[in-house]
């Protein structure tokens, strides 16, 4: 029988104890229409969503205003985020549920990454 040792400082597991955090890529675009103040208010909110959760923000990228491949919400472009983090499964849910209702972010994707 192999006993492993595991660091706490460095664990995969969430505080909470013994839920897996696991790394994720969030992009999401903000309505093109606001002010550049206000979109990155959207953006820190969608932060604090994550945080609120017990998230890691490991890397914030504000890749600027983009055009979209096609019209969304009858927008041709918009302001693209991506958020590098880990987190468990309740944090990822609680940013689908937020990005869906808020109606500044016109479109969002959440992908797990394989680090």
């Known amino acids: 029988m192999r006993v492993r040792n595991y660091s706490l400082a460095n664990s995969p597991f969430s505080p909470k104890g013994g839920v897996r955090m696991r790394n994720y890529e969030v992009?999401?675009?903000?309505?093109?229409?606001?002010?550049?103040?206000?979109?990155?208010v959207v953006a820190?909110?969608?932060k604090k969503v994550l945080e609120g959760k017990k998230a890691t923000i490991n890397e914030v990228v504000?890749?600027?205003?983009?055009?979209?491949?096609?019209?969304v919400k009858k927008f041709?472009?918009?302001?693209?985020?991506?958020?590098k983090i880990t987190?468990?499964?309740?944090?990822v849910k609680e940013f689908d549920r937020v990005a869906n209702?808020?109606?500044?972010?016109?479109?969002?994707?959440?992908v797990k990454r394989e680090d």
């Open 44 to 46: 820190e909110n969608m």
């Open 87 to 91: 987190a468990d499964k309740e944090a």
């Open 27 to 40: 992009m999401f675009v903000v309505r093109p229409n606001l002010e550049d103040e206000a979109t990155n």
């Open 62 to 71: 504000n890749m600027g205003r983009r055009e979209l491949a096609y019209e």
């Open 76 to 83: 041709n472009n918009g302001s693209y985020f991506l958020f």
């Open 101 to 110: 209702i808020n109606e500044d972010v016109i479109r969002h994707i959440i």
